[in-house]
């Protein structure tokens, strides 16, 4: 029998912080994983690298951008970022929902999925499920399983990642927690995500990978498909995804 393929919806790749394409691939090839989106890190607003990847393999990689939004300039660099027509997405901590609320908006006019980045305060949860609500074509993806309180929203996702940041595997503290999501949210609104390569050692990798696809972290088998493929292929790789970008014209004209 044929093994699932597996889409990871985050990870990251890069050449001043964490591990370039060349030791991310090989690591994929292993385990399974077929495609992978990377998500910029954390102070690094130079997404060229992560450009060149999804433009040399698009059916492999797809890619979230960063910007400074402190810079009185951040919403032209979302555009310039969105006019290389290499991303689907942008990363935002969550507290630039408060903060920064144009540059969201500016996003979501768009055309741009939002990875979000934990924690999820009340604040920033409430201001979350609003922006949800006035941009209900806007995916909005939490990293490292979300948080309490966000509302039943079809363009809300959730991604069962980070749990080495919380413990170590086989993660039993955490799998009521993740079936908690899985029974509010439902499969369709959950992703894998690898966090790769903050985990440091490829056995993390491989466990998680494992311990999700053996219906071991509270996701049913029958839903293992969805949560680890087939969500992530629609949200970043399906043909029917607006891609980033095709808004501009008229968003600018």
């Known amino acids: 029998m044929e093994a699932m393929p597996i889409t990871d919806a985050y990870a990251h790749c890069g050449v001043r912080k964490y591990r370039p394409v060349e030791q991310l691939d090989p690591v994929m090839d292993r385990h399974g994983v077929v495609r992978t989106v990377l998500a910029e890190h954390l102070g690094e607003y130079d997404n060229s690298y992560i450009e060149s990847l999804v433009k040399k ?30 991303f689907r997405g942008i990363r935002f901590p969550s507290a630039t929902v408060l903060t920064h609320r144009r ?78 999501l899985y029974d509010t949210l439902g ?23 494992e311990l999700l696809r053996g219906g071991r972290l509270g996701i049913p088998e029958n839903d293992i498909e969805a949560v680890m493929n087939a969500n992530a292929v629609r949200l970043w790789f399906g043909r029917s995804t607006v891609r980033a970008g095709s808004l501009l014209g008229g968003v600018l004209g």
């Open 103 to 180: 540059l969201w908006d500016w996003s979501a006019q768009l055309g741009l999925h939002l990875v979000v980045s934990a924690p999820f305060p009340k604040a920033e949860t409430e201001a979350l499920n609003a922006f949800a609500s006035d941009h209900p074509r806007t995916f909005l993806q939490l990293t490292h399983l979300g948080g309490a309180g966000f509302e039943k929203r079809s363009n809300i996702i959730v991604q069962i990642s980070g749990m080495h940041k919380a413990g170590q595997a086989p993660y039993a503290e955490l799998v009521p927690r993740i079936r908690a």
């Open 57 to 86: 393999r698009p059916q492999r990689f797809a890619g979230a951008f960063l910007v400074d939004h402190q810079s009185p300039r951040a919403a032209d660099d979302i555009t310039r970022w969105v006019k290389t027509g290499a």
């Open 187 to 209: 499969p369709a609104r959950l992703v894998y995500g690898s966090n790769f390569p903050v985990m440091e050692e490829e056995s993390v990798y491989a466990a998680e990978i």
